[in-house]
């Protein structure tokens, strides 16, 4: 099974400040033939169900600001919120879909101070 | 407007079998697949299984003696059924369409 790890596992910022949050994969989720990561980012707000951020690394999803920015390739996957508001309150998983069974890291839980 | 509904029992006895069915709307089970995803109250969310498109299946290794996922394309329902529940069962059970469209999730507390 391909692991996922993510860090940290929590983060306090201010609002309008940048945050970075890692995932790293225990192999390769880079698929040679059409050169996409099978990455994923999910945002899990407190009560709801996972909403999918990011897709294939970097591809924002439909309606989702601009200011969620996923980046990487390979095993090392980053996702960036470039000036944190108070509703990203959430925590944020990251997931691979290269290979059954589909994984999810254990997730950075982002706190505004 | 896609919207997908789990639902099932609240709770369920160790040792029995819990089934769960999640009812999707506004999309077709024939183009897009379902998986179940679960997550244990204060914890990450844990992938159970999907089945695809064609009708196929996939499981988590680590479960997949205990699991079962199917469906019904004309009432355009995905079913769950898992055996020989424990206490670490416990958790809300979502199904995902594509990973797209998530259910609001439904609880399943295992206790006697």
């Known amino acids: 099974d391909i692991v996922m790890t993510q860090t940290p596992s929590s983060q306090a910022v201010s609002a309008g400040e940048k945050v970075t949050m890692s995932c790293k994969s225990s192999?390769?989720?880079?698929?040679?033939?059409?050169?996409?990561?099978?990455l994923a980012w999910y945002q899990q707000k407190p009560g709801q169900s996972p909403k999918l951020l990011i897709s294939?690394?970097?591809t924002r999803e439909s309606g989702v600001p601009d200011r969620f920015i996923g980046s990487g390739s390979g095993t090392d996957f980053t996702l960036t919120i470039s000036s944190v508001q108070a509703e990203d309150l959430a925590v944020y998983y990251c997931?691979?879909?290269?290979?059954?069974?589909?994984?999810f890291g254990s997730g950075t839980k982002l706190e505004i101070k | 407007q896609v919207q997908l509904k789990e639902s099932g029992p609240g709770l369920v006895q160790p040792s029995q079998t819990l089934s769960l069915t999640c009812t999707v709307s506004?999309?077709?089970?024939?183009?897009?697949?379902v998986s179940w995803i679960r997550q244990p109250p204060g914890k990450g969310l844990e992938w159970m299984g999907v089945?695809?498109?064609?009708?196929?299946?996939d499981y988590n290794s680590a479960i997949k003696s205990r699991l079962s996922i199917s469906r019904d394309t004309s009432k355009s329902q995905v079913f769950l059924k898992m055996n020989s529940l424990q206490t670490e069962d416990t958790a809300m059970y979502f199904c995902?369409?594509?990973?797209?469209?998530w259910g609001q999730g439904v609880m399943v507390t295992v206790s006697s």
């Open positions: 995902a369409l594509d990973f797209d469209y």
């Open positions: 506004g999309l077709s089970l024939t183009s897009n697949s």
């Open positions: 089945i695809w498109s064609n009708g196929g299946t």
């Open positions: 192999q390769s989720l880079l698929y040679s033939e059409n050169k996409k990561n099978y």
């Open positions: 294939w690394a970097s």
């Open positions: 997931e691979q879909y290269y290979d059954t069974p589909l994984t």
